[in-house]
C-alpha cells in the first residue's frame, strides 16, 4: 500500500479510467487520484446517448470478447451479468455495386482458402491464391511490410481492397497500405517468422480453431455502464481542465492546466490520444514527444440513426465498403439492432464516414452527413425511409494508423520517458478497447511499482 501517494491521470477516455482503477486497487484508500479532462463528461471515444428512446453507443460500441481484458475487468467490477453476445447475424461486404457474404476463415480479411473469395475476386485472382504456394516466399524474421504490400504481392490486389481493406477500414479508418503487417495480423507475422513457406501456409497456420461463442461482445446498458463504475470504483476526482504541460518538481511532478493551475503528484499517466501527447512532454522527454508527434491519425463521424420499427433491413449485422465507390459514401453500416437484437420499436443503425488522409469528418456539415446516410441506405438496401430520430458524433484525430515498424517506435517511445511518468491509450498496443485496457493496467503498475 502506497499510503497518501497522489496520482494525476491526464485524460479519462478508457484509458484514463482503467488506470485510475488500477491505481486505487494498488495504492489504496488514502491515495489521491485526479483525473483531468476537459470535456463534458468522462469516457472519451466510449460515449453512450438516447436514441429513437434507445440507449445506443455513438463511439466504441462492442469489444473483442475472445481477448481476456474486458471480460476479466467486467468479472473483477461484478458486471459480468451485464456482457452480452451478437445474435449471430454476420456482416456482408459491398464491391463493384453488390452485396457479398464476408468471406469465412480468414484473418483480418487475409484469406486461408481461395475458395472463400469465389463471387467477389475474379477468376485470375483465384488462379493466382491457388498457385501462390508454389511460388518461392522471402521473408526476413522480424520484417513489418504494409498488409497491402505482402498480401497484394502474394494473393493480388483485388483480395487487399475486397476482403483486406474493408476490414482494416473498419477498425482503423485505415488500409492495409498504411496498416503494418503485425499490427493488422500479427498471428500471421509470428507463422511466417517460424518458417512458414507461404503466406497460404502462414494464414492457415494463424488461423484460431472455431470455437463456440460471439467474437465480440458489448453491455447491455452499453459502454457508459462500465464508465461509471470504473470512476465509482476508482474514487476519482474528475478536474474539467485541459492539461498543458507536465514539469518536474523536487516532490514528483505538477500537471499545469491550460488556465495555469498546477496539479502536484508523486507519478503521472498520460492517457491522451498521441497528437496531444507532445505538448505535454516536449520539455521533459523529447524523443518521446517527436515519435508521438510522427504517429499519423485518421477522423471518423459516425451518423447514428432511429428507423421505424419494421423498416426492411437485411438479416445482417452490418456491410463493410471495400474501395471507395462513387456511389456510396459510407464505409461502414453497423446494423445495431440486427448485430446485437433489437430494442423498443425503432431499427438502430450507424454508418460511418471518413478514412484515413481525407477530410471528410472534419469538413462535411451535418446536414450534408445526414443526406449521405439517406443515399446509402437507399444504394446500399434499396430503401428510402424518414428517420425518426439521428445523432452526429465526430471523432477527429481519434484513430492512430499502426504503420510498419509501430511496435518498436512505440517500445522507444515509452523508453524515452522518465521514472514517474507513463502513458496509455490507442496508439501503443493496440487500438481496441481491450488494448487499452492492457496498456492502462502496464501504465498503472508502472508508476506505482515506482
Ligand atoms: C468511431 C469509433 C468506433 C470505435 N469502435 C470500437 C469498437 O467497437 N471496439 C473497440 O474495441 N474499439 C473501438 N474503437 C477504438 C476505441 O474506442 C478507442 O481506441 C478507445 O476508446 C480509446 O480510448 P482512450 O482512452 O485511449 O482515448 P479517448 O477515448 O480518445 O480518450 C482520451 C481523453 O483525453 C482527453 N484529453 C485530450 N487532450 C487532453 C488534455 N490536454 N488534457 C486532459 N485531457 C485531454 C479527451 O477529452 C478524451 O476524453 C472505436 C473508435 C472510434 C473512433
Redesign the pocket.
Known sequence: MTAGARYCV????????VAAYRLRVSAGPDASITV????DR?????RTDRLGGQLIDV??????ARRPEVPALLGELGLSGRQIATTGARPLIYSEGRLHALPADTVNGIPSRSETLAGLVDDATIRWMLDEPRRPLRWRPGADPAVAELVGDRFGEQVVVRSVDPLLAG?Y?GSAATIGLRAAAPTVAAALDGGARSLTEAVRTALPPPRPGSVFGALDGCYQVLVDELVRRSGLSWAQ????GVQRTPAGWDVVD?EGTRWPADAVVL???AP?LP??IADIAPRSAALARDIPVAS?A?VALALPGGTPLPEQSGVLVAGRSPALHTKAVTLSSRKWGRRGNVELLRL?YGRFGDDVARATGDEDLLAWAGEDLATLFGITVDPVDALVVR?ID??PQYGPGHADRVAELRAGLPAGLAV???YLDG????A?VAAATRAAAAVVAR
Open positions: 491526464v485524460g479519462g477516455g478508457i484509458s484514463g479510467l483531468l479532462d476537459p470535456a468522462l469516457g472519451g471515444i466510449l463511439g466504441a460500441e462492442a469489444f473483442v477498425v479508418a481542465v485541459a492539461a498543458a491550460d492517457a491522451v490520444p496531444r505538448a505535454l471518423a459516425v460511418s471523432w481519434a484513430m496509455a491509450g490507442a487500438i481496441g478497447v481491450p487499452c
